[in-house]
């Protein structure tokens, strides 16, 4: 009869043990290691608020397979902290796209690439906070193609 209670209270104590681990685990997790995973980068302020922005216009009749231009300027040499704050203006008629050729994602902006269609008239802007180079186009209109090399700004 003894042995009995002695094993109930050894169960009783492993029990307690586990959820105090238990305990301690999630409070870790949700006080420490969540906000450290999900936090994004710092981020120099002038490298967030650039000098200037850069406008690419998808122009008029960019929709016709035949035309030359649609992303107006196609190619892009960007530098962090001078004009890395890009904004797409569709000036055209029918709706566009601006979607990465490649996944491309930024530490602090996130993923890149518009959701859904630019409707005309709308815009859809992108700080870049790091170097990249890649090739995008508009998903309905794959003819219509442009480049962004964004590079460290240079001292």
């Known amino acids: 009869m003894l ?8 169960y009783g104590i492993g029990i307690i043990t ?14 420490v290691y969540l906000p450290e995973s999900i936090a994004k980068p710092s981020v120099d302020e002038h490298i967030l608020h650039p000098v200037q922005e850069t ?3 998808m122009i008029s009749g960019s929709a016709n397979p035949d035309q030359q231009d649609n992303f107006v300027p196609k190619l892009v040499n960007i530098q962090l902290g001078i004009d890395n704050h890009i904004i797409w203006d569709n000036v055209d008629d029918t709706p566009h796209t601006v979607t990465p050729d490649e996944e491309v994602r930024d530490s602090y902006s996130g993923k890149f690439g518009s ?11 992108f700080i870049f906070t790091e170097a990249h180079e890649f090739e995008y186009h508009c998903e309905p209109h794959p003819w219509m193609r442009g480049t962004l090399i964004i590079t460290k700004q240079r001292f």
Do not use: L, W
């Open 3 to 10: 042995s009995s209670q002695e094993s109930g209270h050894a």
């Open 18 to 31: 586990i959820i105090i681990g238990i305990s301690v685990s999630i409070f870790y997790y949700q006080a």
């Open 55 to 57: 406008i690419i216009k």
């Open 115 to 125: 959701v859904g269609v630019i409707m005309p008239g709308e815009k859809y802007e």
